[in-house]
Protein backbone atom coordinates (compact mmCIF):
# COMPACT_ATOMS: atom_id res chain seq x y z
CA UNK A 1 0.00 0.00 0.00
CA UNK A 2 1.25 3.37 -0.76
CA UNK A 3 1.64 6.25 1.34
CA UNK A 4 -0.79 8.20 -0.07
CA UNK A 5 -3.08 5.23 -0.13
CA UNK A 6 -2.99 4.63 3.86
CA UNK A 7 -3.41 8.51 4.40
CA UNK A 8 -6.35 8.77 2.14
CA UNK A 9 -7.51 5.76 4.06
CA UNK A 10 -7.46 7.23 7.07
CA UNK A 11 -8.58 10.83 5.70
CA UNK A 12 -11.71 8.75 4.94
CA UNK A 13 -12.58 6.93 7.73
CA UNK A 14 -15.13 5.10 7.08
CA UNK A 15 -17.88 4.63 3.71
CA UNK A 16 -20.40 6.98 5.53
CA UNK A 17 -17.79 9.94 5.55
CA UNK A 18 -17.64 9.66 1.09
CA UNK A 19 -21.10 9.51 0.83
CA UNK A 20 -22.49 6.03 -0.49
CA UNK A 21 -23.44 7.91 -3.97
CA UNK A 22 -19.90 7.51 -4.61
CA UNK A 23 -19.24 4.04 -3.65
CA UNK A 24 -18.58 2.09 -6.16
CA UNK A 25 -21.50 -1.32 -6.74
CA UNK A 26 -20.84 -4.61 -4.20
CA UNK A 27 -17.54 -2.89 -3.22
CA UNK A 28 -15.96 -1.45 0.29
CA UNK A 29 -13.97 1.55 0.83
CA UNK A 30 -10.40 0.44 1.01
CA UNK A 31 -10.89 -1.27 -2.77
CA UNK A 32 -12.41 1.55 -3.59
CA UNK A 33 -9.60 3.88 -2.55
CA UNK A 34 -7.44 1.56 -4.54
CA UNK A 35 -9.31 1.36 -7.45
CA UNK A 36 -8.96 5.32 -7.44
CA UNK A 37 -5.79 5.56 -6.56
CA UNK A 38 -4.75 2.22 -9.39
CA UNK A 39 -3.49 4.39 -12.71
CA UNK A 40 -4.82 1.41 -14.49
CA UNK A 41 -8.01 0.95 -13.45
CA UNK A 42 -11.26 2.43 -14.84
CA UNK A 43 -13.48 2.41 -11.45
CA UNK A 44 -17.22 3.30 -12.77
CA UNK A 45 -19.57 4.84 -10.28
CA UNK A 46 -22.50 2.96 -9.31
CA UNK A 47 -26.27 4.98 -9.40
CA UNK A 48 -28.22 4.15 -6.37
CA UNK A 49 -31.55 3.48 -7.95
CA UNK A 50 -35.12 3.25 -5.79
CA UNK A 51 -38.38 2.04 -6.84
CA UNK A 52 -41.47 3.28 -6.07
CA UNK A 53 -44.47 1.47 -6.83
CA UNK A 54 -44.67 -2.17 -6.47
CA UNK A 55 -47.13 -3.21 -8.93
CA UNK A 56 -47.35 -4.82 -12.27
CA UNK A 57 -44.39 -2.83 -13.48
CA UNK A 58 -42.02 -1.96 -10.15
CA UNK A 59 -40.42 -4.89 -9.97
CA UNK A 60 -39.63 -5.48 -13.47
CA UNK A 61 -37.89 -2.08 -13.96
CA UNK A 62 -36.40 -3.34 -10.40
CA UNK A 63 -34.92 -6.46 -12.26
CA UNK A 64 -33.39 -3.89 -15.12
CA UNK A 65 -31.76 -1.95 -11.78
CA UNK A 66 -29.95 -5.22 -10.25
CA UNK A 67 -28.90 -6.32 -13.80
CA UNK A 68 -27.13 -3.08 -14.91
CA UNK A 69 -23.69 -2.94 -13.48
CA UNK A 70 -24.18 0.77 -13.08
CA UNK A 71 -26.98 0.93 -10.80
CA UNK A 72 -28.20 -0.70 -7.53
CA UNK A 73 -31.30 -1.78 -6.32
CA UNK A 74 -30.91 0.19 -2.84
CA UNK A 75 -35.15 0.38 -1.87
CA UNK A 76 -38.89 -0.57 -3.16
CA UNK A 77 -41.18 1.54 -1.68
CA UNK A 78 -45.18 1.22 -1.27
CA UNK A 79 -47.94 1.89 0.89
CA UNK A 80 -49.40 -1.81 0.46
CA UNK A 81 -48.39 -4.26 2.62
CA UNK A 82 -47.66 -7.08 0.03
CA UNK A 83 -44.80 -4.76 -1.15
CA UNK A 84 -42.47 -6.01 1.91
CA UNK A 85 -42.81 -9.30 0.25
CA UNK A 86 -41.73 -8.07 -3.55
CA UNK A 87 -38.77 -6.07 -1.80
CA UNK A 88 -37.61 -9.36 0.00
CA UNK A 89 -37.89 -11.34 -3.36
CA UNK A 90 -35.63 -8.13 -4.86
CA UNK A 91 -33.00 -8.29 -1.95
CA UNK A 92 -33.74 -4.77 -1.17
CA UNK A 93 -35.27 -3.01 1.67
CA UNK A 94 -38.76 -1.70 2.00
CA UNK A 95 -40.17 1.07 2.64
CA UNK A 96 -44.00 2.16 3.26
CA UNK A 97 -43.48 6.14 1.41
CA UNK A 98 -40.82 8.39 -0.21
CA UNK A 99 -40.61 10.13 3.04
CA UNK A 100 -39.83 7.12 5.45
CA UNK A 101 -37.07 6.28 2.65
CA UNK A 102 -35.47 9.62 2.80
CA UNK A 103 -35.46 9.76 6.60
CA UNK A 104 -34.06 6.28 6.96
CA UNK A 105 -31.26 6.01 4.43
CA UNK A 106 -28.74 8.34 2.08
CA UNK A 107 -30.19 10.18 -0.48
CA UNK A 108 -30.41 7.74 -3.51
CA UNK A 109 -29.37 8.90 -6.92
CA UNK A 110 -32.00 8.27 -8.78
CA UNK A 111 -35.95 6.55 -8.70
CA UNK A 112 -38.40 4.87 -11.21
CA UNK A 113 -41.94 5.83 -10.45
CA UNK A 114 -44.12 3.31 -11.09
CA UNK A 115 -47.38 4.13 -9.43
CA UNK A 116 -50.69 4.98 -10.71
CA UNK A 117 -50.69 7.88 -13.35
CA UNK A 118 -52.62 10.27 -11.00
CA UNK A 119 -49.85 10.20 -8.38
CA UNK A 120 -46.89 10.20 -11.18
CA UNK A 121 -46.68 14.45 -10.94
CA UNK A 122 -46.60 14.63 -6.20
CA UNK A 123 -44.69 11.45 -6.39
CA UNK A 124 -41.95 12.67 -8.90
CA UNK A 125 -41.83 16.09 -7.24
CA UNK A 126 -41.40 14.93 -3.65
CA UNK A 127 -38.50 13.01 -5.26
CA UNK A 128 -37.18 16.39 -7.06
CA UNK A 129 -37.61 18.61 -4.31
CA UNK A 130 -35.09 15.78 -2.53
CA UNK A 131 -32.77 16.17 -5.27
CA UNK A 132 -33.07 12.83 -6.91
CA UNK A 133 -33.55 12.37 -10.81
CA UNK A 134 -36.48 11.04 -11.77
CA UNK A 135 -37.74 8.55 -14.45
CA UNK A 136 -41.37 8.50 -14.06
CA UNK A 137 -43.51 5.80 -15.83
CA UNK A 138 -45.94 6.70 -18.79
CA UNK A 139 -48.50 8.79 -19.00
CA UNK A 140 -46.09 12.01 -17.17
CA UNK A 141 -48.75 12.82 -15.67
CA UNK A 142 -52.94 12.08 -15.25
CA UNK A 143 -53.94 16.10 -16.43
CA UNK A 144 -52.09 18.85 -18.45
CA UNK A 145 -52.41 21.37 -15.90
CA UNK A 146 -50.19 18.95 -13.12
CA UNK A 147 -47.79 17.87 -15.92
CA UNK A 148 -47.07 21.47 -16.93
CA UNK A 149 -46.30 22.08 -13.12
CA UNK A 150 -44.07 19.24 -12.72
CA UNK A 151 -42.13 20.61 -15.53
CA UNK A 152 -41.94 23.75 -14.34
CA UNK A 153 -41.00 22.68 -10.97
CA UNK A 154 -38.09 20.23 -12.84
CA UNK A 155 -37.13 23.51 -14.54
CA UNK A 156 -35.95 26.50 -11.79
CA UNK A 157 -33.11 26.67 -11.04
CA UNK A 158 -32.19 25.06 -8.12
CA UNK A 159 -33.39 22.13 -9.95
CA UNK A 160 -30.81 22.55 -12.93
CA UNK A 161 -29.10 19.70 -12.14
CA UNK A 162 -31.44 17.47 -11.89
CA UNK A 163 -33.33 15.14 -14.45
CA UNK A 164 -36.77 14.37 -15.60
CA UNK A 165 -37.73 11.50 -18.02
CA UNK A 166 -40.94 9.83 -19.20
CA UNK A 167 -40.73 6.11 -19.09
CA UNK A 168 -41.81 5.49 -22.87
CA UNK A 169 -39.60 2.75 -23.47
CA UNK A 170 -40.86 1.62 -26.38
CA UNK A 171 -38.62 4.10 -27.90
CA UNK A 172 -35.82 1.40 -26.85
CA UNK A 173 -37.77 -1.53 -28.77
CA UNK A 174 -35.25 -3.04 -31.44
CA UNK A 175 -38.20 -2.63 -33.88
CA UNK A 176 -39.04 0.88 -33.29
CA UNK A 177 -35.09 1.80 -33.60
CA UNK A 178 -35.37 -0.23 -36.78
CA UNK A 179 -38.21 1.40 -37.90
CA UNK A 180 -36.85 5.17 -36.99
CA UNK A 181 -33.34 3.94 -38.71
CA UNK A 182 -35.25 3.34 -41.71
CA UNK A 183 -37.59 6.29 -41.60
CA UNK A 184 -34.37 8.49 -41.03
CA UNK A 185 -32.43 7.42 -43.71
CA UNK A 186 -35.27 7.84 -46.07
CA UNK A 187 -35.54 4.53 -47.17
CA UNK A 188 -39.37 4.66 -47.44
CA UNK A 189 -38.88 8.03 -49.36
CA UNK A 190 -41.30 10.84 -48.38
CA UNK A 191 -43.59 9.73 -45.53
CA UNK A 192 -47.01 10.43 -46.41
CA UNK A 193 -48.88 8.47 -44.47
CA UNK A 194 -49.22 5.81 -41.65
CA UNK A 195 -52.02 2.91 -40.13
CA UNK A 196 -52.19 1.65 -36.74
CA UNK A 197 -53.76 -1.12 -34.77
CA UNK A 198 -53.53 -1.38 -30.60
CA UNK A 199 -55.99 -3.99 -30.17
CA UNK A 200 -56.14 -6.64 -27.50
CA UNK A 201 -58.49 -8.04 -24.74
CA UNK A 202 -58.11 -7.09 -21.29
CA UNK A 203 -59.88 -9.44 -18.62
CA UNK A 204 -61.74 -8.22 -15.60
CA UNK A 205 -59.31 -8.78 -12.98
CA UNK A 206 -56.83 -6.39 -14.79
CA UNK A 207 -60.06 -3.41 -13.43
CA UNK A 208 -60.12 -5.26 -10.01
CA UNK A 209 -58.48 -3.23 -6.64
CA UNK A 210 -56.32 -2.29 -6.43
CA UNK A 211 -56.44 -1.55 -10.27
CA UNK A 212 -59.37 0.02 -10.29
CA UNK A 213 -57.44 3.48 -11.14
CA UNK A 214 -57.59 1.90 -14.21
CA UNK A 215 -61.57 1.92 -15.19
CA UNK A 216 -62.30 5.37 -13.54
CA UNK A 217 -62.34 8.25 -15.97
CA UNK A 218 -60.27 10.90 -14.24
CA UNK A 219 -57.05 8.28 -14.53
CA UNK A 220 -57.29 4.97 -16.61
CA UNK A 221 -58.58 3.80 -19.66
CA UNK A 222 -56.84 2.58 -23.22
CA UNK A 223 -55.73 6.24 -24.02
CA UNK A 224 -53.78 7.20 -21.36
CA UNK A 225 -52.89 3.87 -20.64
CA UNK A 226 -52.23 2.14 -24.00
CA UNK A 227 -52.57 4.45 -26.53
CA UNK A 228 -49.95 6.76 -25.32
CA UNK A 229 -47.27 4.74 -26.16
CA UNK A 230 -48.16 4.39 -30.00
CA UNK A 231 -48.65 8.61 -29.61
CA UNK A 232 -45.13 8.33 -28.39
CA UNK A 233 -43.67 6.34 -30.55
CA UNK A 234 -45.48 8.25 -34.10
CA UNK A 235 -44.08 11.25 -32.50
CA UNK A 236 -40.68 9.96 -32.34
CA UNK A 237 -40.88 8.77 -36.04
CA UNK A 238 -42.74 11.27 -37.56
CA UNK A 239 -42.78 14.60 -35.22
CA UNK A 240 -45.89 16.12 -33.14
CA UNK A 241 -49.51 15.23 -34.24
CA UNK A 242 -51.67 18.55 -34.58
CA UNK A 243 -54.90 17.58 -35.06
CA UNK A 244 -57.28 14.55 -34.43
CA UNK A 245 -60.78 13.20 -34.93
CA UNK A 246 -61.78 9.96 -32.73
CA UNK A 247 -64.79 8.14 -33.32
CA UNK A 248 -65.77 5.68 -29.98
CA UNK A 249 -66.04 2.06 -30.32
CA UNK A 250 -68.98 -0.04 -28.70
CA UNK A 251 -69.46 -0.21 -25.00
CA UNK A 252 -68.64 -3.95 -24.22
CA UNK A 253 -67.85 -3.60 -20.41
CA UNK A 254 -70.51 -2.12 -17.64
CA UNK A 255 -70.75 1.79 -16.49
CA UNK A 256 -70.45 1.99 -13.73
CA UNK A 257 -68.12 0.11 -13.00
CA UNK A 258 -66.18 1.03 -16.08
CA UNK A 259 -66.06 4.71 -16.63
CA UNK A 260 -63.25 5.63 -18.91
CA UNK A 261 -63.33 4.20 -22.61
CA UNK A 262 -62.40 1.09 -24.09
CA UNK A 263 -61.53 2.20 -28.29
CA UNK A 264 -61.89 5.19 -30.34
CA UNK A 265 -60.99 5.04 -34.22
CA UNK A 266 -59.28 7.94 -35.10
CA UNK A 267 -57.73 10.16 -37.67
CA UNK A 268 -54.39 11.96 -37.16
CA UNK A 269 -52.57 14.84 -38.58
CA UNK A 270 -48.94 15.72 -38.34
CA UNK A 271 -47.53 19.38 -38.38
CA UNK A 272 -45.33 17.92 -40.89
CA UNK A 273 -48.48 16.95 -43.26
CA UNK A 274 -48.56 13.78 -42.80
CA UNK A 275 -51.39 11.71 -42.02
CA UNK A 276 -53.08 8.90 -40.06
CA UNK A 277 -55.65 6.38 -39.19
CA UNK A 278 -55.53 4.70 -35.68
CA UNK A 279 -58.14 1.73 -34.22
CA UNK A 280 -57.47 1.47 -30.19
CA UNK A 281 -59.43 -0.79 -28.33
CA UNK A 282 -58.77 -2.47 -25.33
CA UNK A 283 -62.13 -5.21 -25.25
CA UNK A 284 -61.41 -7.29 -28.67
CA UNK A 285 -59.44 -10.76 -28.43
CA UNK A 286 -56.29 -9.50 -31.52
CA UNK A 287 -53.23 -10.15 -32.41
CA UNK A 288 -52.50 -6.74 -33.70
CA UNK A 289 -50.91 -4.66 -31.20
CA UNK A 290 -47.66 -3.61 -30.24
CA UNK A 291 -47.27 -6.57 -27.21
CA UNK A 292 -48.39 -9.23 -29.15
CA UNK A 293 -46.54 -8.64 -32.44
CA UNK A 294 -43.03 -7.79 -30.89
CA UNK A 295 -43.38 -10.15 -27.55
CA UNK A 296 -42.03 -7.51 -25.36
CA UNK A 297 -43.98 -8.09 -22.28
CA UNK A 298 -43.95 -11.11 -20.51
CA UNK A 299 -47.39 -11.23 -19.47
CA UNK A 300 -48.42 -11.18 -23.01
CA UNK A 301 -47.61 -14.10 -25.56
CA UNK A 302 -45.81 -13.27 -28.62
CA UNK A 303 -48.05 -14.07 -31.98
CA UNK A 304 -46.06 -16.56 -33.50
CA UNK A 305 -47.51 -15.22 -37.06
CA UNK A 306 -46.25 -11.29 -36.28
CA UNK A 307 -49.39 -9.69 -36.82
CA UNK A 308 -48.67 -6.12 -38.43
CA UNK A 309 -49.11 -3.41 -36.14
CA UNK A 310 -48.02 -0.59 -37.71
CA UNK A 311 -47.84 0.26 -41.92
CA UNK A 312 -45.70 3.30 -43.29
CA UNK A 313 -46.42 4.40 -46.54
CA UNK A 314 -43.37 6.75 -47.96
CA UNK A 315 -43.62 7.90 -51.60
CA UNK A 316 -40.83 4.70 -52.50
CA UNK A 317 -41.79 2.44 -50.42
CA UNK A 318 -44.24 1.45 -47.60
CA UNK A 319 -42.61 -0.84 -44.53
CA UNK A 320 -45.40 -2.95 -41.82
CA UNK A 321 -44.09 -3.28 -38.62
CA UNK A 322 -42.88 -5.84 -36.77
CA UNK A 323 -42.60 -8.11 -39.98
CA UNK A 324 -40.34 -5.47 -40.75
CA UNK A 325 -41.32 -6.12 -44.72
CA UNK A 326 -40.73 -3.35 -47.42
CA UNK A 327 -42.57 -2.71 -50.45
CA UNK A 328 -41.57 -0.94 -53.38
CA UNK A 329 -40.63 -1.07 -57.03
CA UNK A 330 -37.02 -1.15 -56.47
CA UNK A 331 -34.75 -2.93 -59.22
CA UNK A 332 -38.20 -2.87 -60.95
CA UNK A 333 -37.54 -1.22 -65.05
CA UNK A 334 -40.65 1.40 -63.98
CA UNK A 335 -41.98 2.63 -60.75
CA UNK A 336 -45.42 1.26 -61.17
CA UNK A 337 -48.55 -0.56 -60.16
CA UNK A 338 -48.10 -2.32 -63.27
CA UNK A 339 -44.87 -3.91 -61.92
CA UNK A 340 -44.70 -6.41 -59.34
CA UNK A 341 -43.81 -5.35 -56.11
CA UNK A 342 -40.63 -5.62 -54.65
CA UNK A 343 -40.47 -7.67 -51.32
CA UNK A 344 -37.64 -7.02 -48.34
CA UNK A 345 -37.26 -8.59 -45.01
CA UNK A 346 -34.84 -6.41 -42.08
CA UNK A 347 -34.50 -8.37 -39.24
CA UNK A 348 -34.07 -7.02 -35.67
CA UNK A 349 -31.69 -7.43 -33.13
CA UNK A 350 -32.69 -8.96 -29.73
CA UNK A 351 -32.76 -6.30 -27.12
CA UNK A 352 -34.83 -5.85 -24.09
CA UNK A 353 -36.15 -2.01 -23.62
CA UNK A 354 -36.72 -1.40 -20.11
CA UNK A 355 -32.84 -2.14 -19.84
CA UNK A 356 -31.87 0.31 -22.25
CA UNK A 357 -33.99 2.64 -20.97
CA UNK A 358 -32.35 2.00 -17.86
CA UNK A 359 -29.03 2.59 -19.54
CA UNK A 360 -30.30 5.63 -21.07
CA UNK A 361 -31.00 7.24 -17.73
CA UNK A 362 -28.02 6.78 -16.47
CA UNK A 363 -26.10 8.07 -19.56
CA UNK A 364 -28.54 11.21 -19.03
CA UNK A 365 -27.27 11.26 -15.41
CA UNK A 366 -23.65 10.98 -16.16
CA UNK A 367 -24.05 14.21 -18.90
CA UNK A 368 -23.42 11.72 -21.57
CA UNK A 369 -26.73 11.85 -23.61
CA UNK A 370 -29.86 14.21 -23.62
CA UNK A 371 -33.01 12.73 -22.84
CA UNK A 372 -34.49 10.79 -25.44
CA UNK A 373 -38.55 11.10 -23.73
CA UNK A 374 -38.23 14.55 -21.57
CA UNK A 375 -40.92 15.58 -19.34
CA UNK A 376 -41.97 18.07 -22.45
CA UNK A 377 -41.95 14.95 -25.42
CA UNK A 378 -43.77 13.14 -22.36
CA UNK A 379 -46.21 16.21 -21.84
CA UNK A 380 -46.38 16.04 -25.44
CA UNK A 381 -48.28 12.52 -26.21
CA UNK A 382 -50.50 13.02 -22.96
CA UNK A 383 -51.81 16.46 -25.04
CA UNK A 384 -53.13 14.36 -27.83
CA UNK A 385 -54.77 11.54 -25.43
CA UNK A 386 -56.65 14.24 -23.73
CA UNK A 387 -57.45 15.77 -27.00
CA UNK A 388 -58.45 12.58 -28.53
CA UNK A 389 -60.63 12.21 -25.01
CA UNK A 390 -62.26 15.54 -25.81
CA UNK A 391 -62.56 14.59 -29.55
CA UNK A 392 -64.59 11.43 -28.19
CA UNK A 393 -67.10 14.04 -25.47
CA UNK A 394 -67.19 16.53 -28.02
CA UNK A 395 -67.49 14.62 -31.40
CA UNK A 396 -65.54 17.76 -32.31
CA UNK A 397 -62.00 17.43 -34.43
CA UNK A 398 -59.21 19.03 -32.46
CA UNK A 399 -56.68 20.95 -32.97
CA UNK A 400 -53.93 20.59 -30.59
CA UNK A 401 -52.35 23.89 -29.05
CA UNK A 402 -48.87 23.18 -29.15
CA UNK A 403 -48.07 26.90 -27.61
CA UNK A 404 -48.52 24.98 -24.18
CA UNK A 405 -45.41 23.18 -24.98
CA UNK A 406 -43.71 26.43 -26.45
CA UNK A 407 -44.12 28.21 -23.27
CA UNK A 408 -41.53 25.62 -21.64
CA UNK A 409 -38.75 25.64 -23.31
N1 LIG B 1 -44.11 1.22 -19.71
C1 LIG B 1 -45.01 0.25 -19.69
O1 LIG B 1 -45.06 -0.60 -20.58
C2 LIG B 1 -45.99 0.18 -18.57
C3 LIG B 1 -46.65 -1.03 -18.30
C4 LIG B 1 -47.53 -1.06 -17.22
C5 LIG B 1 -47.76 0.07 -16.46
N2 LIG B 1 -47.13 1.24 -16.79
C6 LIG B 1 -47.37 2.47 -16.01
O2 LIG B 1 -46.76 2.26 -14.73
C7 LIG B 1 -47.58 2.81 -13.71
C8 LIG B 1 -47.94 1.71 -12.72
O3 LIG B 1 -48.71 0.75 -13.40
P1 LIG B 1 -48.97 -0.69 -12.76
O4 LIG B 1 -49.73 -1.43 -13.78
O5 LIG B 1 -47.69 -1.25 -12.21
O6 LIG B 1 -49.94 -0.28 -11.55
P2 LIG B 1 -50.31 -1.15 -10.28
O7 LIG B 1 -51.63 -0.64 -9.81
O8 LIG B 1 -50.15 -2.60 -10.58
O9 LIG B 1 -49.16 -0.76 -9.24
C9 LIG B 1 -49.02 0.53 -8.71
C10 LIG B 1 -48.45 0.41 -7.31
O10 LIG B 1 -48.14 1.71 -6.83
C11 LIG B 1 -48.46 1.74 -5.43
N3 LIG B 1 -48.63 3.14 -5.03
C12 LIG B 1 -49.73 3.93 -5.15
N4 LIG B 1 -49.46 5.16 -4.67
C13 LIG B 1 -48.18 5.14 -4.24
C14 LIG B 1 -47.33 6.12 -3.64
N5 LIG B 1 -47.77 7.36 -3.41
N6 LIG B 1 -46.08 5.76 -3.30
C15 LIG B 1 -45.64 4.50 -3.53
N7 LIG B 1 -46.39 3.54 -4.10
C16 LIG B 1 -47.65 3.86 -4.45
C17 LIG B 1 -49.71 0.91 -5.32
O11 LIG B 1 -49.89 0.45 -3.98
C18 LIG B 1 -49.43 -0.21 -6.31
O12 LIG B 1 -48.80 -1.32 -5.68
C19 LIG B 1 -48.79 3.42 -14.41
O13 LIG B 1 -48.57 4.79 -14.59
C20 LIG B 1 -48.84 2.73 -15.75
O14 LIG B 1 -49.41 3.57 -16.75
C21 LIG B 1 -46.24 1.29 -17.80
Known amino acids: MSCVQLTLRLFLGNEASLGPEFIPKSRGVVQFVDDLLDSNSTTKMVLRVVIIGAGLIGPRH ?67 A ?41 RFNPYVLKTKQMVDAGSLGRIIAINGLWTLFKPEQYFAPPGDWRRARSSGGVVPI ?10 YLFGPIVRVHA ?36 ATPSPHNF ?11 KCSSGADFY ?6 ASLSVPDMTRWSY ?35 IQGKAEPSCSGEEGLRALLVCQAVQKALETGQTIELDQTILEGNR
Open 226 to 235: NLVHDIDIMH
Open 62 to 128: AKSVISNPDTELVALIDPLPNAARVAQELQTSYYPTVEAMLQAIPKPDAAIVCTPNHTHVPVSRELL
Open 330 to 364: DSRPDKSWNQPLTVEKFDVEEATPFDLQLAHFVDV
Open 311 to 316: RIFGSD
Open 247 to 282: EKTLPQRPNPPHEAEEGAALTLRFASGVVGTFLVCD
Open 291 to 301: EAGTGENPLIP
Open 130 to 170: SGVHVLVEKPVSDSIDNGLALLQFSQRPENAQLKLLVGHHR
